[in-house]
């Protein structure tokens, strides 16, 4: 198992790149906005603010709406005020959504948030934990472009219904900006590759465009090797070796493809975690979805959520209580002390429970 003094060298990613409101001399509590939303994202958000108080970190914690229920009760699945309201805070972390199809009216409110709040960067580490489902030995992090390409939502119907089409924006800016995220990431974290992951042979305009920002920024980085590898290739080598990869930098659609086939090496998406981060704003979340039959079974897993607020904590500054949280569910991780879906016999508030006695009793 791997120590707290690893982790907290090598998770000190948020904290060294994107850190913009933790202050040495902070005598205020942290400003946390909780999005709960639908499914059993209630559920694991409360674990994670139990865990949270566990800490020797103060937090004044607030709740806005997000998702269906949201959307059933006020009328759009993202109000204004919540956005105010992550604005406001530190920071946010975020449970889950459900998103129906073809509702008139309806919009993904975790896509309108990235691009409401210009949350450009999305960040998924992958990192093995000491689990029999796990692979051991990989260390990695996919950053991705968080607000356009095929996810910029301009789409149209037309000849009566007969052709869809939608538009994928790729710019200058946003290429530029993740793409110095990346470089920035592997410096500061004592990484040495950055794999580009584009398919410029085909989408010749628009990765052709990110594959050419990326050739002239990799030489203000001469300490890091810049590889290219097309999408395809590397979802195939994704399977074969992800022991290679330390930062795949890419495009929205094809890191969300690639992140989630990552985090099957280690664990799969019940421990997987994700940080979406802008410069004024930051939100932190799990990347299951709401899945609804184990809604008040005991039955939803709060690894992921716990592993997005140790992310929290590290945009926050406060290291050490991440590396004390990650280290606490690595425990009982390897103790088998989990839910059902990774081979234990705990329910959610049980496993909490564990989590929180090893936090207050390693102090």
């Not at 209630?42 to 998702?67: K, N």
């Not at 129906?100 to 309108?112: A, D, M, Q």
């Not at 004024?280 to 005991?298: C, I, K, N, Y």
């Amino acid at each position: 198992m791997m120590s707290a003094e690893y982790s907290a060298s090598r998770f000190r990613i948020l904290h060294s790149s994107f850190i913009i409101h933790h202050s040495a001399f902070k005598t205020m509590p942290y400003q946390i906005t909780l999005l709960p939303g639908d499914g059993i994202g209630p559920e694991v958000i409360a674990a994670a603010q139990e865990v949270l108080r566990a800490l020797p970190v103060d937090m004044a914690f607030t709740y806005a709406d997000i998702g269906f229920g949201a959307y059933e009760r006020l009328g759009t699945p993202l109000p204004d005020s919540t956005l105010q309201a992550i604005r406001a805070a530190d920071a946010a972390l975020f449970g889950a959504v459900t998103t129906p199809p073809n509702l008139p009216g309806y919009f993904s409110p975790v896509v309108r948030m990235r691009q409401s709040l210009d949350l450009y960067a999305n960040l998924r580490p992958t990192r093995s934990i000491p689990h029999p489902s796990s692979r051991p030995g990989i260390d990695l992090i996919i950053v991705r472009e968080n607000t356009e390409g095929l996810y910029s939502g301009i789409e149209r119907v037309e000849e009566d219904g007969n052709r869809a089409i939608t538009e994928r924006v790729i710019t200058r800016r946003g290429s530029e900006r993740i793409l110095r995220k990346a470089f920035d990431l592997a410096r500061q974290t004592g990484r040495t590759k950055v794999h580009v992951v584009h398919k410029a042979n085909v989408l010749r305009q628009t990765c052709g465009l990110f594959r050419q920002v990326a050739l002239e920024i990799a030489p203000q980085y001469p300490e890091i090797e810049m590889l290219e590898m097309l999408v395809d290739t590397c979802a195939m080598e994704l399977v074969r070796a992800p022991e290679q990869f330390q930062v795949i930098v890419t495009t929205n659609l094809f890191g969300d493809i690639l992140s989630d086939e990552a985090c099957m090496f280690v664990g799969g998406l019940g421990v997987a975690a994700s940080a979406n981060i802008g410069a004024e704003a930051a939100v932190f979340e799990p990347v299951h979805g709401s899945a609804p039959p184990l809604v008040r079974t005991g039955k939803a897993n709060p690894t992921a959520t716990f592993f997005a607020a140790a992310m929290m904590l590290d945009y926050l500054g406060e290291t050490e209580s991440a590396a004390r949280l990650r280290t606490a569910v690595e425990t009982c991780i390897a103790q088998g002390l989990v839910t059902p879906d990774l081979g234990g016999a705990l329910t959610t508030s049980g496993m909490t429970e564990q989590i929180k006695c090893r936090l207050q009793n390693d102090e």
